[in-house]
Antibody, heavy 121, light 107 residues
Framework: QVQLVQSGAEVKKPGSSVKVSCKAS????????ISWVRQAPGQGLEWMGG????????NYAQKFQGRVTITTDESTSTAYMELSSLRSEDTAVYYC??????????????WGQGTLVTVSS | SSELTQDPAVSVALGQTVRITCQGD??????ASWYQQKPGQAPVLVIY???NRPSGIPDRFSGSSSGNTASLTITGAQAEDEADYYC??????????FGGGTKLTVL
């Protein structure tokens, strides 16, 4: 059974960067996709991008292109999401989730517990 | 368009049936998945594919799809079903999109 455990809450200054980790246990880490989804306070879910460790190439939502970098470390079964040039609007809970995909569908299961990133001067 | 549209709020009487809908062009080509989120918690997958429930999800949850609309139906809603529900699908580029979410109130 796959479990995803994320790093702890962060407080960052505007203009800085944050790097959130997501450690997987169970399953074969390199073969499944990891996505990052964020949720601003009181708002809905927003997909940021994803990566398949065995391929190593990430794809990103257009909104975050140039600001987000998703990577993996197969030796520790850990995925990372780094967001740069932080602004107050980036204050949100950031989730990692395993994406499972077939021809006509995909789904996210399980999810990490979430990491609150607060951007404040 | 890669947007998914949900009603912001829906209510249902305890024990009754409620349908939560999700509309979008991508649903003509791909199935939706559905997530339940309770306050302060991570989302939980409740329906995926044509109509599949993960282990541990009660069989009162079911999914269906027609044209550009996907639906999540709760038959015999319980108090513990009160939550936000989100649909998700992919577009032809492989990008993911979530609906805006529906807040379900069980009366």
């Amino acid at each position: 059974q796959v479990q995803l455990v994320q790093s702890g809450a962060e407080v960052k200054k505007p203009g800085s960067s944050v790097k959130v980790s997501c450690k997987a246990s169970g399953g074969t880490f390199s073969s499944y996709a990891i996505s990052w989804v964020r949720q601003a306070p009181g708002q809905g879910l927003e997909w940021m991008g994803g990566i398949i460790p065995i391929f190593g190439t990430a794809n990103y939502a257009q909104k975050f292109q140039g600001r987000v970098t998703i990577t993996t470390d197969e030796s520790t079964s850990t995925a990372y999401m780094e967001l740069s040039s932080l602004r107050s609007e980036d204050t949100a809970v950031y989730y990692c989730a395993r994406k499972v995909r077939s021809v006509l569908e995909n789904w996210f299961d399980p999810w990490g517990q979430g990491t609150l990133v607060t951007v404040s001067s | 368009s890669s947007e998914l549209t949900q009603d912001p709020a829906v209510s249902v009487a305890l024990g009754q049936t409620v349908r939560i809908t999700c509309q979008g062009d991508s649903l003509r080509s791909y199935y939706a998945s559905w997530y339940q989120q309770k306050p302060g918690q991570a989302p939980v997958l409740v329906i995926y594919g044509k109509n599949n429930r993960p282990s541990g999800i009660p069989d009162r949850f079911s999914g269906s799809s027609s044209g550009n609309t996907a639906s999540l139906t709760i038959t015999g809603a319980q108090a513990e079903d009160e939550a936000d529900y989100y649909c998700n699908s992919r577009d032809s580029s492989g990008n993911q999109v979530f609906g805006g979410g529906t807040k379900l109130t069980v009366l």
